[in-house]
């Protein structure tokens, strides 16, 4: 049983920046791909970034390209999604997300369908 926990969300003003964080519990992570996925009120599910085992292949949804950076510290078992340059449009519940389909395939997905794990989610409010 693998378990999510995410990190690091709250209230920034516009412009601003935050670091969410993604570790886990029940197994090791390392050779699986880890996806961030949000879901602001009255909206779909929206996968922002992914980063497959080893670093190998990180994808950006085209809404925070250049704003978000992805990365993983396999010693400390962190995924972490650098936020930067935050929008109020950004204003979202975040989660990380894996699944047993992503074990050292390299690559990964932005399609929140492609993940059976979920963590519990943080809130992200950018608001002036």
């Known amino acids: 049983q693998v378990q999510l926990v995410e990190s690091g969300g709250g209230l920034v003003q516009p412009g601003g920046s935050l670091r969410l964080s993604c570790t886990a519990s029940?197994?090791?992570?390392?050779?699986?791909?880890i996806g961030w996925i949000r879901q602001a009120p009255g909206k779909e599910r929206e996968g922002v970034s992914c980063?497959?085992?080893?670093?190998?292949?990180?994808y950006y949804a085209d809404s925070v390209k250049g704003r978000f950076t992805i990365s993983r510290d396999n010693v400390k078992k962190i995924v972490y999604l650098q936020m930067n340059n935050l929008k109020p449009e950004d204003t979202a519940v975040y989660y990380c997300a894996t699944g047993w389909d992503t074990f050292y395939t390299g690559n990964c997905a932005l399609d929140p369908y492609e993940y059976e794990y979920w963590g519990q989610g943080t809130q992200v409010t950018v608001s002036s």
């Open positions: 029940g197994s090791t992570l390392d050779y699986y791909a």
């Open positions: 980063i497959s085992n080893g670093a190998i292949n990180t």
